[in-house]
């Protein structure tokens, strides 16, 4: 049920970073999105009612057991870590642009 309430989550937006309050990873990747003008949606599991069954809903999805848990344009991106080296490479605008998540931009395609 819990597994499925995140697929519900992550289809129904561009962006999902599913998190916690507390946690200084997943601080830092909702200051990069931010930064980057990204739309998301932040699920804070640690004030959620069924955020730790959420939780385990995405280590058995993913497995990925830790947070953030970022989903970009429906799939599955992984932690901070994988995002921020995602920007470096600089393959998380292309992302977020395509997936609608940045204002303003749309995604092109090359003929």
């Known amino acids: 049920m819990a597994m499925q309430k995140a697929k519900e989550i992550v289809n129904s937006e ?3 970073v599913f998190s916690k309050t507390y946690c200084p990873y997943c601080v830092r990747v909702k200051e990069l999105l ?14 959620e009612s069924d955020g730790s069954q959420i939780q385990s809903g995405l280590a058995e999805w993913t497995g990925q057991r830790t947070v953030p848990n970022v989903f970009i344009g429906g799939n599955h991106i ?8 995602l920007h470096k490479d600089g393959k998380l605008v ?7 998540a940045i204002a303003g931009k749309t995604a092109t395609t090359s003929a």
């Open 14 to 16: 561009s962006v999902v």
């Open 34 to 47: 931010q930064q980057l003008g990204a739309k998301f949606k932040a699920v804070e599991l640690d004030t």
């Open 78 to 85: 992984g932690g901070c870590d994988a995002t921020s080296n």
């Open 94 to 100: 292309p992302l977020l642009t395509e997936a609608g």
